[in-house]
């Protein structure tokens, strides 16, 4: 059974020009919607004991346990992203962005960058992976511990296999090989997981995710 729904929330702050220019979404727009409170149940109603499916899952995901926490709502879900799922069921795209893949793929996308418009064009590219998928890379991906859904979509999970548990010093650096974080830790791999657990939704966290982060490197063991 396919069920949709979708609604306008009002921020309770003035939107910002940035995601005016991005959504097409303005302050008169969303001045009578309903504040996330107010819908939060029917939220948490629509997404308990499901499977959570986004494009750069984690992004998503983490902006809407937050909000449902703040409404007191206690949720979480397994999740599963469709950029780390079309990297492997269509191996050696030059581009995983969803409107790329769309164009590639001859889906529809209307709407862009508006959560109705996104969410059907990814939720046709899921059925179109899952169709493709003849070896059940889906069911691996679902696994409660899968430790792949934690990640960004761009960061190699086999460059997070071969960090040490030991102390030193890394980085990350985005597609363009620009240094966006460096850190230290008395245990690297640890240290850099918790870079991707967690709900913060602070504009600093959330750009580190969105970012294209391709890799962990630097690594360098402290004596």
């Given at each position: 059974?396919?069920?949709?729904?979708?609604?306008?929330?009002?921020?309770?702050?003035?939107?910002?020009?940035?995601i005016f220019a991005l959504t097409g979404i303005d302050n008169?727009?969303?001045?009578?919607?309903?504040?996330?409170?107010?819908?939060?149940?029917?939220?948490?109603?629509?997404?308990k004991d499901r499977v959570f499916v986004a494009h750069n899952v984690n992004f998503d995901y983490s902006f809407i346990r937050f909000q449902l926490q703040e409404a007191g709502i206690d949720w979480s879900s397994i999740k599963l992203c469709t950029v780390r799922y079309a990297r492997k069921i269509k191996p050696g795209l030059l581009s995983y962005s969803l409107g790329r893949l769309c164009d590639y793929l001859d889906i529809p996308i209307e709407n862009r960058h508006r959560a109705g418009g996104d969410a059907d064009a990814t939720a046709i590219l899921f059925a179109y992976l899952r169709?493709?998928?003849?070896?059940?890379?889906f069911q691996e991906m679902i696994k409660h511990k899968a430790i792949d859904q934690r990640f960004p979509p761009h960061l190699?999970?086999?460059?997070?296999?071969?960090?040490?548990?030991?102390a030193g010093v890394y980085y990350f650096h985005?597609?363009?090989?620009?240094?966006?974080?460096?850190?230290?830790?008395?245990?690297?791999?640890k240290r850099v997981l918790s870079h991707f657990t967690g709900n913060n939704i602070q504009a600093?966290?959330?750009?580190?995710?969105?970012?294209?982060?391709t890799l962990v490197t630097s690594l360098v063991a402290q004596n």
């Open positions: 059974m396919l069920h949709r729904w979708e609604t306008l929330v009002n921020p309770g702050v003035e939107i910002p020009n940035s008169e727009m969303v001045a009578d919607a309903p504040l996330f409170e107010d819908v939060a149940p029917e939220i948490y109603t629509l997404l169709a493709l998928d003849t070896t059940q890379v190699d999970r086999k460059e997070f296999e071969q960090l040490p548990d030991t985005d597609r363009n090989g620009k240094v966006i974080y460096v850190g230290k830790a008395v245990n690297i791999k600093q966290r959330q750009n580190f995710l969105k970012r294209s982060i």
